[in-house]
């Protein structure tokens, strides 16, 4: 046993369940996150990983089961009410605004300002200056943080992105599917700023349909098909061959392989 899991998980869902009228969005749905991990959750459209990150993120309450925050039972009524229990959602289609400067970008919500009275206006040398110094602690070096954000790459705003939750004090990270829409080597800067935020103790939850991606930074590994899991399994306890197998749906194509062979 590691010594995170002798810790208390920072969130920890048990057979966590979510319907929608007649459809089943969830059913019976464990995973567990603890400093310093990384718990990637993998499935295909329709697994359910939308619908696991909508209860974790406070969009929507989970119907059975149990959700519990750092060992305290509770149920997430609101992304603030996330928020304010450490749990910090990035979403692939990022909440940006293209135009505005990376430090505007960076504090969009959370301004600090200076002055009294009428004379009180965004504190914008203290925005500049703190945005470069917490991207340079993630390990980015942007040249300028006055560029606009939508002339950075995919995964450059994915990173600052991160290096904004960081800041802000999220214990808990989700992830959702970060590098759906980059290439390998935008892919690869992602991934390195997911562990750079599991090596300064934050808990993370990376949503993926692609094992390899999984496979680099994951601790913990939940497959979903359908709703329901396929598999929970811990970083010793399988290999990237047998996740990906898992993923592609092995014993369904060992089924159809029976089924499609010559007599």
Known sequence: MTQNETRTPLVELSDVSKHYGNVRA?????????????????GDNGAGKSTLIKIVAGLHEHDGGVLRIEGEETRLTSPRDALDRGIATVY????????????????LGSEPRTGFGPFR?????????????????????????????GTLSGGERQCVAIARAVHFGAKVLVLDEPTAALGVKQSGVVLKYVAAARDQGLGVILITHNPHHAYLVGDRFVLLRRGTMLGNHTRDEITLDELTGQMAGGADLEALRHELQRG
């Open 92 to 107: 692939q289609d990022l909440a940006v605004v293209g135009l505005m400067p990376v430090w505007r970008n960076f504090f």
């Open 26 to 42: 969830l059913e019976g749905v464990s995973l567990e996150v603890h400093p310093g991990d990384v718990t990637c959750v993998l």
């Open 121 to 149: 206006r965004l504190d914008a040398d203290l925005m500049r200056r703190t945005t470069h110094a917490e991207l340079l602690r993630m390990g980015i070096d942007l040249r300028d943080v006055d560029q606009p954000i």
